[in-house]
């Protein structure tokens, strides 16, 4: 928001950039992820009554901890892709656009 109040320019410390990408996208990671989990869960439920699930409480924490996991661990290429940047924020081939070919006129 301070971005977006700011006319899309970064007022906060560049080492906030990164910290405030990875709350972004891992918010909508575990967002995701935590609703398939809780539709895989109620179908099991609904389609195989007698079958008894992940084992309570313990097998509940168990798959949160694997969906952090996971989604922490997708989401921290924000903090490679930051720190492992070339000097002057491309690979000099396309003019620092990260990949994105233009065609020059």
Do not use: K
């Amino acid at each position: 928001m301070a971005e977006a109040a700011a006319g899309q320019v970064w007022p906060l410390p560049a080492a906030l950039c990164p910290v405030a990408n990875f709350c972004f996208y891992a918010s909508m990671y575990l967002s995701g992820l935590f609703l398939a989990a809780l539709s895989v869960r109620r179908y099991l439920g609904v389609a195989f009554p007698w079958w008894r699930g992940c084992g309570g409480r313990g097998g509940v924490l168990a798959v949160s901890a694997v969906i952090w996991l996971l989604a922490c661990g997708h989401c921290s290429i924000v903090f490679v892709a930051e720190f492992t940047r070339p000097a002057g924020g491309g690979d000099g081939v396309d003019g620092g656009l990260g990949g994105l070919m233009v065609n020059h006129v």
